[in-house]
């Protein structure tokens, strides 16, 4: 069934009364979900696989679906309000978005962000439609080697993120190198760091460490000021004015591309391509020089990246049964229990999964927007309380995120402890991001490389010689010389990045 | 962050010094107790590689940004500590934090919680008693139904409650 048959058969099957419901569904818990600090998609989509047994595999997956796109959506709306991030995609968004809130624009940011991710959501889809089957292809390249370049060009995008010190942000991303470290040996099983307690064994858990360097710290370095300067710029206006658009475009176009192909890419992902959006926009934005100082581009690109590389995560998925990342590996769990073994056989087979999920992501994408604009007229009210009342929300918030991974109150004392340090680091004059990505890309990145040492025998030359790890190598290399060239390009081009607060 | 360039006090509170010499720290310590890993070789890494070699590194650029605290003028460490109100609020709250996870596990959620908001808004924010107690008692029973009953997240029920 080719791309305009499949689409009509995909809107058939989507546009069953059930079948919208659970699409309903799906997308309202997703957005939920992403607004929360502490649940993810990964982890909703585990509790919920039970229930989805008695469903047709369709729905499943469309509902599940659902959950993941959506949480992009919702992930953004905690950056922006309170500057903790819902996902760990939407951490640049926190930038801009909070810096925006604090100057009065919440409104225009989470309308900006919504709308941003529906763009980048459905023409996501559309490329779904037409590229699935080649980009798919690619995926099956992909060997340790290309994971590890990967995961190098990830980590060399912290060195931009750092604020004005280079210094600074490589400190920082060698102690979160440092920190992924902890835990078992990714090849050997070897214990690291354990001294002996269980809790560390299987590292730092992600949800703890953000609420704390984001929520914590922020919290912390706001309520150091004098009560008077603890208030927040009274609200104006809900919707990005015209000038909001036209900034916009260049960066939800940039970012919407970014996103899908580092979507498809396994191990890349959402947090990966926001962040990716975001220098791209320091460098290209009309605006670069306010970014960081409310910006709507560092919004507009972020989020359009995120809802992109979503949905071309599941690219992998459903064409080579390759699940691209973790949420995309419950997919497969879900699809398995029902009895199905993706592969490139999946279009031709179950047309109905394919072009259904497909279509009904397209009409989740609308649910979506139809939903979160009229909720940024109440986001906006939530700003209204004074902000010491609004502290010990955001603090219980941050502690029963933590504490609920595990239930362990080592989880939320981690928390705490982060929290502390990471309010010491910024009046230090330290960004967390570098630190922050470098967590998430350690452990995967020394595994990858001792993975690809191990299948050449020692050999250094497997990154070089295969194409697609050279590449991303290439385009590492580029990354790194840009700010000389672009130094030495025009001299008024602003070269180094804005300071970050 | 940019605070004024003027260095005040002696060499050893300038900023950068101070965080330099808390990364060397950090990476002595990673030394100390990850030196027992075997290292393996560049070709075949072992597990203390990456560790070991992180640490070296982190030693090295936290000794150049100690050297540069030292040497250059620069930011004096942050002015605000001498703002006894600020730095009594935020004791305050790593106290209330650190307290809140000591306790939960035996008071339980709804108590702590609300201990938590009184803490906050009469302690940190100084509103009256009434408004601390109202809102601790909002904020918990209404983040209890929240997280507890709509979303089944796992609450500490506390010793004494069944």
Same mark, same amino acid.
């Given at each position: 069934?080719?791309?305009?048959?499949?689409?009509? @058969?995909?809107?058939?099957?989507?546009?069953?009364?059930?079948?919208?419901? =659970?699409?309903? +569904?799906?997308?309202?818990?997703?957005?939920?979900?992403? !607004?929360?600090?502490?649940?993810?998609?990964?982890?909703?989509?585990? *509790?919920?696989?039970?229930?989805? =047994?008695?469903?047709?595999?369709?729905?499943?997956?469309?509902?599940?679906?659902?959950? =993941?796109?959506?949480?992009?959506? %919702?992930?953004?709306?905690?950056?922006? +309000?309170?500057?903790?991030?819902?996902?760990?995609?939407?951490?640049?968004?926190?930038?801009?978005?909070?810096?925006?809130?604090?100057?009065?624009?919440?409104?225009?940011?989470?309308? /900006?962000?919504?709308?941003?991710?529906?763009?980048?959501?459905?023409?996501?889809?559309?490329?779904?439609?037409?590229?699935?089957?080649?980009?798919?292809?690619?995926?099956?390249?992909?060997?340790?080697?290309?994971?590890?370049?990967?995961?190098?060009?990830?980590?060399?995008?912290?060195?931009?993120?750092?604020?004005?010190?280079?210094?600074?942000?490589?400190?920082?991303?060698?102690?979160?190198?440092?920190?992924?470290? !902890?835990?078992?040996?990714?090849?050997?099983?070897?214990?690291?760091?354990?001294?002996?307690?269980?809790?560390?064994?299987?590292?730092?858990?992600? !949800?703890?460490?953000?609420?704390?360097?984001?929520?914590?710290?922020?919290?912390?370095?706001?309520?150091?000021?004098?009560?008077?300067?603890?208030? &927040?710029?009274?609200?104006?206006?809900?919707?990005?004015?015209?000038?909001?658009?036209?900034?916009?475009?260049?960066?939800?176009?940039?970012?919407?591309?970014?996103?899908?192909?580092?979507?498809?890419?396994?191990?890349?992902?959402?947090?990966?391509?926001?962040?990716?959006?975001?220098?791209?926009?320091?460098?290209?934005?009309?605006?670069?020089?306010?970014?960081?100082?409310?910006?709507?581009?560092?919004?507009?690109?972020?989020?359009?990246?995120?809802?992109?590389?979503?949905? %071309?995560?599941?690219?992998?998925?459903?064409? *080579?049964?390759?699940?691209?990342?973790?949420?995309?590996?419950?997919?497969?769990?879900?699809?398995?229990? @029902?009895?199905?073994?993706?592969?490139?056989?999946?279009?031709?087979? #179950?047309?109905?999964?394919?072009?259904?999920?497909?279509?009904?992501?397209?009409?989740?994408?609308?649910?979506?927007?139809?939903?979160?604009?009229?909720?940024?007229?109440?986001?906006? #009210?939530?700003?209204?309380?004074?902000?010491?009342?609004?502290?010990? *929300?955001?603090?219980?918030?941050?502690?029963?995120?933590?504490?609920?991974?595990?239930?362990?109150?080592?989880?939320?004392?981690? /928390? !705490?402890?982060?929290?502390?340090?990471?309010?010491?680091?910024?009046?230090?004059?330290?960004?967390?991001?570098?630190?922050? &990505?470098?967590?998430?890309?350690?452990?995967?990145?020394?595994?990858?490389?001792?993975?690809?040492?191990?299948?050449? #025998?020692?050999?250094?030359?497997?990154?070089?010689?295969?194409?697609?790890?050279?590449?991303?190598?290439?385009?590492?290399?580029?990354?790194?010389?840009?700010?000389?060239?672009?130094?030495?390009?025009?001299?008024?081009?602003?070269?180094?990045?804005?300071?970050?607060? | 962050?940019?605070?004024?360039?003027?260095?005040?006090?002696?060499?050893?509170?300038?900023?950068?010094? $101070?965080?330099?010499?808390?990364?060397?720290?950090?990476?002595?310590?990673?030394?100390?107790?990850?030196?027992?890993?075997?290292?393996?070789?560049?070709?075949?890494?072992?597990?203390?590689?990456?560790?070991?070699?992180?640490?070296?590194?982190?030693?090295?650029?936290?000794?150049?940004?100690? $050297?540069?605290?030292?040497?250059?003028?620069?930011?004096?460490?942050?002015?605000?500590?001498?703002?006894?109100?600020?730095?009594?609020?935020?004791?305050?709250?790593?106290?209330?934090?650190?307290?809140? $996870?000591?306790?939960?596990?035996?008071?339980?959620?709804?108590?702590?919680?609300?201990?938590?908001?009184?803490?906050?808004?009469?302690?940190?924010?100084?509103?009256?008693?009434?408004?601390?107690?109202?809102?601790?008692?909002?904020?918990?029973?209404?983040?209890?139904?929240?997280?507890?009953?709509?979303?089944?997240?796992?609450?500490?029920?506390?010793?004494?409650?069944?």
């Amino acid at each position: 069934m080719d791309g305009f048959a499949g689409i009509a @058969h995909g809107f058939a099957v989507a546009l069953e009364p059930a079948r919208l419901a =659970y699409c309903f +569904l799906g997308v309202v818990v997703g957005t939920v979900v992403g !607004v929360l600090p502490g649940l993810g998609p990964a982890a909703t989509i585990a *509790l919920l696989l039970p229930a989805t =047994y008695r469903l047709d595999p369709v729905s499943a997956v469309i509902m599940l679906a659902g959950i =993941y796109y959506g949480s992009q959506y %919702g992930g953004s709306t905690t950056a922006i +309000l309170v500057r903790i991030p819902g996902e760990s995609s939407s951490m640049v968004t926190c930038y801009d978005g909070y810096e925006m809130t604090r100057r009065g624009r919440a409104g225009p940011a989470l309308g /900006m962000a919504a709308i941003a991710s529906f763009v980048a959501g459905t023409a996501g889809v559309v490329g779904l439609m037409l590229v699935a089957p080649g980009l798919g292809r690619m995926a099956l390249a992909f060997g340790p080697a290309e994971y590890a370049s990967l995961m190098l060009l990830g980590l060399t995008l912290v060195a931009y993120l750092g604020g004005d010190s280079l210094l600074k942000a490589l400190l920082m991303a060698l102690t979160g190198l440092l920190l992924a470290t !902890v835990g078992q040996d990714p090849v050997a099983g070897v214990e690291r760091f354990t001294f002996g307690t269980q809790n560390l064994l299987d590292g730092f858990d992600l !949800v703890p460490v953000f609420m704390g360097l984001f929520g914590v710290a922020e919290v912390l370095e706001t309520m150091e000021r004098p009560p008077a300067r603890q208030r &927040l710029a009274t609200p104006t206006g809900l919707w990005p004015t015209r000038a909001d658009f036209r900034d916009s475009a260049g960066p939800v176009a940039r970012g919407t591309v970014l996103g899908f192909v580092l979507g498809v890419l396994p191990g890349g992902g959402a947090t990966i391509a926001s962040i990716a959006s975001y220098v791209t926009e320091r460098r290209l934005a009309r605006n670069r020089h306010r970014m960081g100082q409310g910006a709507i581009e560092g919004v507009a690109g972020p989020e359009a990246a995120n809802n992109a590389a979503a949905t %071309g995560s599941f690219i992998p998925l459903l064409t *080579l049964g390759i699940p691209a990342n973790v949420v995309m590996a419950m997919m497969l769990a879900a699809l398995t229990i @029902h009895g199905i073994r993706p592969g490139p056989l999946l279009i031709s087979e #179950q047309p109905d999964l394919f072009w259904g999920t497909i279509t009904s992501m397209y009409l989740g994408n609308v649910m979506l927007l139809v939903l979160n604009l009229p909720l940024v007229g109440l986001f906006v #009210q939530i700003l209204r309380v004074p902000y010491p009342i609004l502290t010990p *929300l955001i603090l219980l918030l941050c502690l029963i995120g933590s504490y609920s991974v595990t239930g362990q109150t080592a989880d939320a004392l981690t /928390m !705490v402890g982060f929290g502390i340090a990471g309010y010491l680091l910024r009046k230090l004059g330290f960004e967390a991001a570098p630190l922050v &990505l470098a967590l998430i890309l350690g452990r995967p990145m020394e595994e990858a490389v001792r993975q690809a040492l191990a299948l050449s #025998q020692g050999s250094f030359a497997v990154f070089l010689t295969r194409p697609i790890s050279l590449a991303l190598l290439l385009a590492t290399a580029a990354s790194l010389a840009a700010p000389l060239l672009g130094r030495a390009w025009s001299p008024s081009s602003p070269s180094r990045p804005p300071p970050m607060i | 962050m940019s605070e004024a360039a003027r260095p005040r006090g002696p060499r050893w509170r300038r900023a950068d010094a $101070v965080a330099g010499a808390a990364f060397l720290a950090l990476a002595f310590g990673a030394w100390l107790a990850g030196r027992h890993l075997p290292p393996g070789s560049l070709r075949q890494p072992g597990p203390g590689f990456f560790p070991l070699g992180l640490a070296a590194l982190l030693a090295v650029l936290s000794i150049v940004l100690l $050297v540069r605290g030292l040497a250059r003028p620069g930011a004096d460490l942050p002015s605000m500590w001498q703002d006894r109100a600020g730095v009594r609020r935020l004791a305050l709250i790593g106290a209330a934090l650190v307290g809140y $996870v000591a306790v939960v596990e035996i008071a339980g959620y709804l108590a702590a919680s609300f201990a938590l908001f009184v803490v906050m808004i009469r302690g940190v924010g100084g509103y009256g008693w009434r408004a601390a107690f109202s809102a601790g008692a909002i904020g918990a029973a209404g983040s209890y139904l929240l997280f507890a009953r709509a979303l089944k997240v796992n609450l500490p029920a506390g010793l004494w409650l069944p």
